[in-house]
Antibody, heavy 121, light 107 residues
């Protein structure tokens, strides 16, 4: 059974940093690209970032480019999102999602339960 | 960037109704279109990919069609468990892989 468990969310001040993790199990982690998708309170879904199965290619939404860094550790089956220079409009539930293919496509066929990030003073 | 626009934003329906949601892309995306269902407080669930392919385990009440710039999600006979918000998403070719704004199906 595929399982994705996010952690690392919390309250952070504007300008601060946070590192999210997503622990994966139930599939060959290195064989799939992975995505981060977020949802601000009461709003729709926003694709944030993706990393290919090899880890060699990364992709970012314009809204986070230069501030967020996606990475993966295939030895521990864990996906990360390093978030720097956080702003109030980064407040959202952050989901990790398994891509359907090894190359990143943005298509999430399995999702975690999400972790809430709140940026506020 | 390619924009995805769903209509309607809210849809009122009854159990047993046939429901159709439309998603339009600002330029052609071939068949690289997915549909998700999301219930309050829960993660999205993939229903349809490649415009019309049903994800494993998803009820055959759900079907998708379209290509190019216009797509539809149809629920053939609405069930109580289907009241949720539905999102389309373009995927595959060059990021960003944008979602539509969502369609809430309510009673």
């Amino acid at each position: 059974e595929v399982r994705l468990v996010e952690s690392g969310g919390g309250l952070v001040q504007p300008g601060g940093s946070l590192r999210l993790s997503c622990a994966a199990s139930g599939f060959t982690f290195s064989s799939n690209a992975m995505n981060w998708v977020r949802q601000a309170p009461g709003r729709g879904l926003e694709w944030v970032s993706a990393v290919s199965g090899s880890g060699g290619s990364t992709y970012y939404a314009d809204s986070v480019k230069g501030r967020f860094t996606i990475s993966r550790d295939d030895s521990s089956n864990t996906l990360f999102l390093q978030m720097n220079s956080l702003r109030a409009d980064d407040t959202a539930v952050y989901y990790c999602a398994k891509d359907q293919w090894v190359g990143a496509t943005g298509l999430g066929n399995y999702w975690g339960q999400g972790t809430l990030v709140t940026v506020s003073s | 960037d390619i924009q995805m626009t769903q209509s309607p934003s809210t849809l009122s329906a009854s159990v047993g109704d046939r429901v159709t949601i439309t998603c339009r892309a600002s330029q052609s995306i071939g068949s690289w279109l997915a549909w998700y269902q999301q219930k309050p407080g829960k993660a999205p669930k993939l229903l349809i990919y490649q415009a019309s392919s049903l994800e494993s385990g998803v009820s055959s009440r759900f079907s998708g069609s379209g290509s190019g710039t216009e797509f539809t999600l149809t629920i053939s006979s609405l069930q109580p468990d289907d009241f949720a918000t539905y999102y389309c998403q373009r995927y595959h070719s060059s990021s960003p892989w944008t979602f539509g704004q969502g369609t809430k199906v309510e009673i």
